[in-house]
C-alpha cells in the first residue's frame, strides 16, 4: 500500500532563517505531488505542484520554493522565512490530477 | 465567483440528527468530485468520492446535480465523532490539481 511521510511535525523557526520541509511517498511511481499551506482557520492554499522529476508548478508567487529530485520525494524551502509563513504545511499525492489527493501528516510552522 | 464554495457554517446538531451540506462549483466542465474530512489540527482525509448517480457510504451519502452545479452530502444518525470540518473538491480545468473549497464546520452536541 502506499505511505506518504513528511517531517518534521512541529518547526519553530526565527524570522529570516531558511526553511526545508522533505515529504516522500512509498508504494507507488510517478505520482503527482502537492504542497499546500493552511494558515490558521482557513482554507488549504495550494503552492506547488509537480507531475514529474523536476517539474515544479507554481500557484503563488512568495519566498518559497520546491523541488523534486527524486520521483518520490518532494522538498519545500525557503532561504529567508517572514512572519506570514506560519502555517500548517501538508504535502500530498495522487495518481493522477483529477483523482483523490492524499495527505501527509502536516508540518506545523510558527516564526519568531 | 470562487471555483468552490461551501457555507462554512458552523452547523450545530444533535447526537442522532440528519444534517446537509451543499456545495456550489463555477466549472461546468468538472468530471471529479469528492468529500474530504478534517479534524482540528490534522490533514484532510477523503471521505467519500462522488458518483454521478450519487453513492452511499454507510450514514453518508453523497449526490451530485451538475444542471446546478452543486454537491451534496448527507450524513444521517449523526456521531459525536462526525464533528469536523467537511471540504468539498473538485478536480480544475487543467487537470493537474484539485480546487478544495473552505469547508463547513460540524459540531455534534450530546
Known amino acids: 500500500s502506499q505511505t506518504i511521510h513528511q517531517w518534521p511535525a512541529t518547526l519553530v523557526q526565527p524570522v529570516g532563517s531558511p526553511l526545508s520541509l522533505e515529504c516522500t511517498v512509498e508504494?507507488?511511481?510517478?505520482?503527482?505531488l502537492y504542497w499546500y499551506r493552511q494558515a490558521a482557520g482557513r482554507g488549504l492554499q495550494l503552492l506547488f505542484y509537480s507531475v514529474g522529476i523536476g517539474q515544479i508548478s507554481s500557484e503563488v508567487p512568495q519566498n518559497l520554493s520546491a523541488s523534486r529530485p527524486q520521483d518520490r520525494q518532494f522538498i519545500l524551502s525557503s532561504k529567508k522565512l517572514l512572519l506570514s509563513d506560519s502555517g500548517f504545511y501538508l504535502c500530498?499525492?495522487?495518481?493522477?490530477?483529477?483523482?483523490?489527493?492524499?495527505f501527509g501528516d502536516g508540518t506545523r510552522l510558527s516564526i519568531l | 465567483r470562487k471555483e468552490v464554495e461551501q457555507d462554512p457554517g458552523p452547523f450545530n446538531v444533535p447526537e442522532g440528527a440528519t444534517v446537509a451540506f451543499n456545495c456550489t462549483y463555477s466549472?461546468?466542465?468538472?468530471?471529479?468530485f469528492f468529500w474530504y474530512r478534517q479534524d482540528c489540527r490534522k490533514e484532510p482525509k477523503l471521505l467519500m468520492s462522488v458518483y454521478s448517480s450519487g453513492n452511499e457510504d454507510g450514514r453518508f451519502t453523497a449526490q451530485l446535480n451538475r444542471a446546478s452545479q452543486y454537491i451534496s452530502l448527507l450524513i444521517r444518525d449523526s456521531k459525536l465523532s462526525d464533528s469536523a470540518t467537511y471540504l468539498c473538491v473538485v478536480n480544475r480545468d487543467s487537470g493537474y490539481a484539485l480546487n478544495f473549497g473552505k469547508g463547513t464546520s460540524l459540531l455534534v452536541t450530546p
Open positions: 500530498a499525492w495522487s495518481v493522477l490530477g483529477d483523482q483523490p489527493q492524499h
Open positions: 466549472n461546468s466542465a468538472s468530471q471529479s
Open positions: 508504494g507507488t511511481s510517478n505520482p503527482n
